[in-house]
């Protein structure tokens, strides 16, 4: 008798490749394309054998037709995307923040609060680096400010919700930054209180409009290296959202190789000193009362 196929040995068909690929971009916008067969393959054949699956072509009716497909569904997403990150990464767009973005905001709300969001945070470290930049820039005193972070993966929702980093996390921050903001403890660098409470996270399929709406209405998104993931119709699903999800005058930050050209015209490009944002003209059509962050 033959035995069984190890999952060592199993291979993911191209046929299978298709159907999971057009799945995970129909539900999540994130898209692979066919040079990407050997590591979808490497990155899914834990959980083919995790749960007792003879192939992959089993894997994707388990996907579509089980009851627990939605959640396998998130978990081969937390598998497939990448995670990278660390504070204070692309410091050129938080210099712009600090300097220009922020002076401009405190100066002309009337309303004192502030509300940016973090689409794609990863591990949290980019909501901590934006909420650090808020607070120390002195504008926002009595104001109520709230960082807000998304993420697709559950276990970096988590991650970021603990708020506790390793040294890796910490390549480019100013050292006094790193005294003043993090409490060292045995099990790593611990987000400050007071930096904590005006963060918060939530699991989130930036494809799903609807869970999007939980958010609110922001002055500042920042959304970088999300684009380069998805393909050309979810880019302009997503961009859509985003837009509907700024205030009028508000704010969009993208990675440094993402752009809106081909996209979106709804924006109008805003040249700052260092970088490039996108905004809502201060035109659009104004906030619905349900929809205030």
Known sequence: MTAPCSPVGMRLRPDDFRLIRDLVSGYAGVYFGDESLQIVERKLRERVDALGLASFGEYYRFLRLSSGGGAE????????TTNETYFFREDYQLRALRDEVLPRIAGAKSQRLLSVWSAGCSTGEEVYTLAIVISESGLFEGWQVRVYGSDISRRCVAAARRGVYGPSSFRMTPPEIRRSCFVDRSDGAHVADRIRTICHFGHMNLMDAERVRIVGR???I????VLIYFDQRSRKRLIDTLYE?????????LGHSESLLNVSTAFELVHLREDLAYRKPLGAYAQRPEDAP
């Open 222 to 225: 920042f959304c970088r290296n």
């Open 218 to 220: 922001v002055d500042i």
């Open 245 to 253: 999800r700024l205030l009028p005058g508000g704010l969009l930050f």
């Open 73 to 80: 569904l998130d978990e081969a997403i937390d598998l497939l």
